[in-house]
């Protein structure tokens, strides 16, 4: 059976229960809860050696990095949404990598100025939040140009870079950055939001957030 660890406030968390709910992968969930310092216990830096979630155990095999996870999870079984014809596999990973390194740094930076912040008592970096916001100004052109001619990210079909996009987008509302401008980015989004591997874990990830935090401040 399948461990994996990590919370439901976290995208990179949530990019690995997508791609299992898609995979149609049965998992046992363990919450782990950064907040309170849970992954820096010595049992969980024996599974992750990074302290960082998501991770995943399976049979003594451990691995951490949500995109080194789903091509892990995907390969094994095999899947289409990580295809095996190199030049279409790179052109995968090229957007995986592009929408993790450059869209989710951004995304990072907003989230944790007008969301985690003010809940941990943390002042707010008005430079951080202007340059992740001027980022994000830069790269949605990108995608929704990119999504103007392809159905999916990387293409006609649907891949892991999808996955890594919408998990990515998943805080939009909660963090106050809008998708109006970008219609091609807002079809994309609506459709796959719609699909069972994304309902399976929530109907709408800022109401989920803020059930969490209401729960936790009774």
């Known amino acids: 059976m399948i461990k994996l660890y990590g919370t439901g406030v976290s995208f990179n968390v949530n990019k690995v229960r997508f791609c299992l709910n898609y995979l149609n992968l049965e998992y046992d969930w363990v919450p782990i809860n950064p907040m309170q310092g849970e992954n820096q216990t010595t049992e969980f830096l024996n599974i992750s050696p990074t302290g960082k979630i998501p991770c995943i155990?399976?049979?003594?095999?451990?691995?951490?990095e949500s995109n080194a996870i789903n091509r892990f999870l995907a390969k094994n079984t095999r899947s289409t949404i990580y295809p095996q014809d190199n030049k279409i596999q790179a052109i995968v990973d090229a957007w995986t990598?592009?929408?993790?390194?450059?869209?989710?740094?951004?995304?990072?930076?907003?989230?944790?100025?007008r969301v985690m912040a003010p809940i941990?008592?943390?002042?707010?970096?008005?430079?951080?939040?202007?340059?992740?916001?001027?980022?994000?100004?830069?790269?949605?052109?990108?995608?929704?140009k990119?999504?103007?001619?392809?159905?999916?990210?990387?293409?006609?079909?649907?891949t892991l870079a999808d996955i890594n996009l919408l998990a990515v987008l998943d805080p939009c509302e909660l963090i106050q950055v809008s998708l109006d401008r970008y219609p091609?980015?807002?079809?994309?989004?609506?459709?796959?939001?719609?699909q069972s591997f994304y309902q399976k874990c929530y109907k709408d990830y800022a109401q989920f957030v803020h059930e969490q935090m209401a729960a936790k401040a009774a």
């Not at 155990?57 to 951490?64: P, Q, R, T, V, Y």
């Not at 929408?99 to 100025?113: K, P």
């Not at 941990?120 to 929704?144: A, M, N, T, W």
């Open 57 to 64: 155990e399976i049979d003594g095999f451990k691995l951490f």
């Open 97 to 113: 990598d592009y929408v993790a390194i450059h869209v989710g740094q951004a995304v990072n930076r907003v989230m944790f100025n």
């Open 120 to 144: 941990i008592g943390e002042k707010v970096d008005q430079e951080s939040l202007r340059v992740g916001l001027s980022f994000l100004d830069k790269y949605f052109p990108i995608l929704e």
């Open 146 to 158: 990119q999504l103007s001619k392809n159905k999916f990210l990387a293409g006609k079909d649907f």
């Open 184 to 194: 091609c980015i807002t079809k994309w989004r609506n459709a796959l939001k719609a």
